[in-house]
């Protein structure tokens, strides 16, 4: 066992959307002495740059790591693939893109759970202190941060197309989903620059490097939080395969992202007081939160096969095509190289939705796949998938040995609630009602899927449950609260541990209604706020 001699202030553990922003704003500070670790390495992979690379990098595995949930009933038995950045930058290293906030009542139902500082009202500065938005001022939106956020610069006729045939079935159109509300139809906004995926390590740590009191160690693995009378010290950490011991003077900053957080609390002996001792871990809380909450955007695809062969499926076959996307992204900085994993999409609003909130997102691509990362269909596919805003199933995320290594049992307890196998059935059927509308109706001919079989309800719930996955969305594992059972509190320090908070996805009480990139990155900000507030 080493001990490291130099001394840091804060010891942030994981480099991702949340941990490179937090780095950047604590070493800001001169007094600050920050170190970042980080299991995976530098992003220096072409792939992880260029925007449309998130098809490829989804499934390598030297910067993703590949969790796989529990097979289940909402998921007719099968088992979910479950990829995470692992890389420096993390999940923003390698997600789809797509830059929403979210609804604001989200953050409203956080503050009206007793988060007080939460609201919308109140996190929108950190929002708009993040980003430089690409596009026209606004109140909502911000010009001076360092992540690069751009419009939709890749324009289609099937998606506009689509856009048309939304609004003829009742939907508004939607210039800005990050304004006034997700309501409505229209193009996404992308973290990206002019040509560049605009990821937290780009944005926020790597500006960030030149500073003296900044220190980041990558390919090391967190083992767990070494905690002493109730206060963390610091962290048990191995790096090519020699243990080693960290100190932090003032805090330990967990960021480790919705399935690592709550294991590297539970394997340091924070969690439920049964399952640790089951696995000889001593039990400093016993806190069943931990792990408990987990939720996520469960998606169902529908894909239509095009009566012209205009999808990006043909056209990247296609080597004049895609001598033209490669010319026009070097020249312009547009066209489908600029596209990560959606297109156009929108809110809208089932007849189950509880409030009046739209309860149903979609994301619509002018190309067709198995999965993310698998080669595009053959024939020319269209698809637009839903996912319902705020499910109200829950899941776990679990240790199952005391090894660091060891994946934990991830179950999301998908489709449980009978609300929330009401609304993807009613999405699918708006989808399909979409495509109808005769703005759409006359480019294709045939859905491939869920297909022309699939009628009743019962029959669109099964499909569901045997073609429908995650949109990569985990949160909550670490929950903010107030009462008994929240893992941190509304200052996201780890509840009844001093010298430890958690910032990352994982402290969402609820899952925001949309995309949940942005509203990490605006964890992080707002965290940085409190922590310097405090020191
Ligand atoms: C494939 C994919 C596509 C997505 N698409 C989108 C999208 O289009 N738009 C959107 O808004 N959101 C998207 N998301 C979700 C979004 O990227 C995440 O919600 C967000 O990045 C979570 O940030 P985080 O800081 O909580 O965790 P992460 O960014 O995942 O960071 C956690 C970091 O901690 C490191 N780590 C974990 N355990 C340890 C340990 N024990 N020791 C050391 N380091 C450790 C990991 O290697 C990782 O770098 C996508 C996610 C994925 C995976």
Avoid at 129 to 156: C, I, K, M, T, W
Avoid at 313 to 327: D, E, F
Wanted: glycine share 10%.
């Amino acid at each position: 066992m080493r001990s490291a001699n130099t001394s840091f202030t804060h010891v942030i553990v994981g480099a991702g959307s949340a941990g490179c922003l937090l780095a950047n704003r604590l070493s800001a500070h001169p007094d600050n002495h920050v170190l970042v670790l980080e299991a995976g390495g530098w992003d220096r992979d072409f792939w992880l740059k260029l925007p449309v690379g998130y098809f490829r990098s989804i499934n390598n595995p030297s910067v993703s790591r590949h969790f796989a949930t529990t097979p289940g009933e909402g998921t007719a038995g099968r088992s979910i693939d479950w990829p995470r950045g692992k890389v420096v930058g993390g999940s923003s290293s390698i997600n789809g893109l797509i830059f929403i906030r979210g609804q604001k009542d989200t953050f409203d139902e956080w503050a009206a759970q007793g988060n007080n500082g939460w609201s919308f009202n109140e996190v929108l500065p950190y929002f708009r202190r993040l980003e430089s938005f690409a596009g026209p001022p606004s109140q909502y939106h911000g010009g001076h941060g360092e992540l690069q956020v751009s419009q939709l610069r890749n324009d289609h006729p099937y998606c506009e197309a689509w856009l048309r045939s939304a609004s003829q079935f009742g939907l508004p159109r939607n210039d800005d989903f990050n304004g006034v509300t997700t309501h409505g139809v229209g193009a996404y906004h992308l973290s990206i620059g002019q040509r560049w995926r605009s990821s937290a390590a780009k944005a926020f740590l790597k500006p960030a490097m030149k500073r003296p009191n900044l220190t980041v160690m990558t390919n090391v693995l967190v083992e767990r939080i070494i905690i002493n009378d109730r206060q963390a010290k610091g962290v048990r950490l191995r790096r090519d395969g020699n243990a080693m011991d960290i100190m932090a003077s003032r805090e330990v900053i967990l960021c480790a992202g919705a399935i690592q957080s709550p294991q590297i609390l539970q394997l340091s002996g924070v969690g439920p007081g049964k399952l640790l001792k089951d696995l000889d871990i001593p039990v400093i809380i016993d806190r069943p939160g931990v792990g408990g909450n987990l939720q996520d955007h469960y998606q169902m695809r529908t894909i239509v096969r095009m009566k012209t062969g205009n999808s990006l499926n043909n056209q990247v076959r296609n080597p004049i095509s895609l001598a033209k996307m490669g010319l026009d992204w070097a020249i312009r900085g547009r066209g489908a190289l600029t596209v990560g994993a959606g297109q156009v999409g929108g809110g809208a609003r089932t007849e189950h939705a509880p409030t009046p909130a739209p309860d149903i997102q979609f994301n619509v691509m002018p190309l067709s796949v198995d999965k993310p990362g698998d080669p595009l269909h053959r024939y020319s596919g269209f698809t637009a998938a839903v996912w319902q805003c705020h499910p109200d199933s829950r899941g776990r995320v679990d240790i199952v040995s005391n090894d660091p290594a060891a994946d934990p049992r991830i179950d999301p307890n998908y489709l449980s609630a009978e609300r929330d196998r009401k609304t993807i059935v009613a999405g699918i059927k708006m989808l399909r009602d979409i495509y109808q509308q005769a703005e759409f109706r006359h480019l294709w001919d045939v859905e491939m899927v869920p297909g022309p079989d699939v009628r009743t309800d019962d029959e669109i719930l099964d499909a569901a449950r045997r073609g429908g996955g995650t949109v990569y969305h985990c949160t909550g594992t670490c929950r903010m609260g107030v009462d008994e059972d929240a893992v941190v509190t509304p200052d996201l320090k780890v509840r009844g541990i001093d010298g430890l908070r958690v910032v990352d996805a994982s402290v969402m009480p609820v899952i925001t209604s949309a995309n949940t990139n942005a509203p990490t990155y605006m964890i992080a900000e707002k965290a940085a706020d409190i922590i310097l507030s405090q020191s």
